[in-house]
């Protein structure tokens, strides 16, 4: 009895740095740019060696998934509960897209790079999976009810697409950033709409 209640503060106490260590790095992400930041800087942030992250952390990208994992429940508290318009929809990822620039460069960081360790893939796998999951249910409540496999898979990269392309376009100010995406993301919803209409939905 003793012994599992001593190994189960430990699995407490192992968790409770493991959120030490995301909470750290998220703080991070709000002062520094993606790409600036590394495991010594996160450990310091932490407030721990380099070498007691890297027991939580195998690698940087290791503890990226572990924050996007973590952020998916805020996806889905924030995104697609109701059913909405897909326009509506499509404002909804530009505004998370941009409004969560942590989650957006470690998403673009795994689509370009990729992942060598097959357990990394796997785990940003399951998040791709949940999110493009949200993003189906999302779809079907809206009444676009795909026609053809992946549509939802299709709609998300050309959105995602979008706010690589378009988030520093030139303009005079941050407000007209983002009505230029929210133009170019209603554009886009209403093509993949007339496509649905086309193909008889």
């Not at 503060?9 to 790095?25: C, D, F, S, T």
């Not at 070498?51 to 697609?80: C, G, H, M």
């Not at 496999?149 to 005079?172: C, E």
Request: hydrophobic content about 40%; glycine content about 2%; aromatic content about 10%.
């Amino acid at each position: 009895m003793a012994k599992s209640v001593l190994k189960q503060l430990k699995e407490n106490e192992r968790e409770v740095r493991r959120q030490l260590i995301i909470r750290a790095a998220k703080a991070l992400f709000n002062q520094k740019t993606f790409h600036e930041i590394g495991m010594r800087d996160i450990a310091t942030e932490a407030g721990i060696s380099v070498a007691s992250l890297y027991q939580y952390f195998p690698s940087q990208d290791d503890l990226f998934v572990e924050i996007l994992t973590n952020d998916i429940n805020l996806i889905k508290s924030r995104l697609w509960e109701d059913r909405r318009a897909l326009e509506d929809i499509a404002i909804d990822i530009v505004n998370f897209l941009v409004d969560n620039e942590d989650i957006f460069q470690m998403m673009s960081h795994f689509m370009i790079k990729g992942e060598k360790n097959p357990e990394t893939l796997r785990k940003f796998n399951v998040i791709q999976i949940l999110f493009l999951d949200m993003l189906d249910k999302a779809l079907t409540r809206a009444g676009e009810t795909p026609p053809v496999s992946y549509y939802s898979h299709a709609f998300f990269a050309s959105l995602f697409g979008n706010v690589i392309t378009f988030r520093n376009y030139p303009s005079s100010d941050t407000t007209s950033h983002r009505e230029s995406l929210y133009h170019v993301a209603r554009i886009t919803a209403k093509a993949f709409h007339d496509t649905l209409v086309s193909h008889g939905k």
